[in-house]
């Protein structure tokens, strides 16, 4: 007789608590929602790029505060999504976000 005992699994930043039964429900279970997770739209990738307006540059911390047209304020960070054409931010150096 197999014992369940109650996991707590990581996806994504997600922590899932369940109890499982056998490994390959877990692998199922992945294959099913990675796709979901994978998919979800960052904040600022709705806002066409023109519209979203620099506040500050951090460049030691390689960071910038912008703001949207609703006046809502993002950290924003290498690797992040930006624009509604899916750019992707390289470079936060002084006086200029890439």
């Known amino acids: 007789?197999?014992?369940?005992?109650?996991?707590?699994?990581?996806?994504?930043?997600?922590t899932l608590g369940f109890q499982i039964a056998h490994p390959m429900i877990l692998a199922s279970f992945l294959i099913l929602v990675t796709p979901?997770?994978?998919s979800a739209?960052?904040?600022l990738q709705s806002i066409p790029l023109h519209e979203i307006h620099i506040?500050?540059?951090?460049?030691?911390?390689?960071?910038?505060?912008?703001?949207?047209?609703?006046?809502?304020?993002?950290?924003?960070k290498i690797g992040d999504l930006i624009g509604d054409r899916?750019?992707?931010?390289?470079?936060i150096a002084e006086g200029r976000v890439v």
């Open 1 to 14: 007789m197999r014992v369940k005992t109650k996991k707590d699994y990581r996806i994504s930043g997600l």
């Open 36 to 38: 979901i997770l994978s």
């Open 41 to 43: 739209q960052e904040p």
């Open 55 to 76: 506040l500050k540059i951090a460049a030691a911390e390689a960071r910038a505060v912008v703001k949207t047209p609703e006046g809502d304020l993002h950290i924003i």
């Open 86 to 91: 899916q750019g992707r931010i390289v470079e």
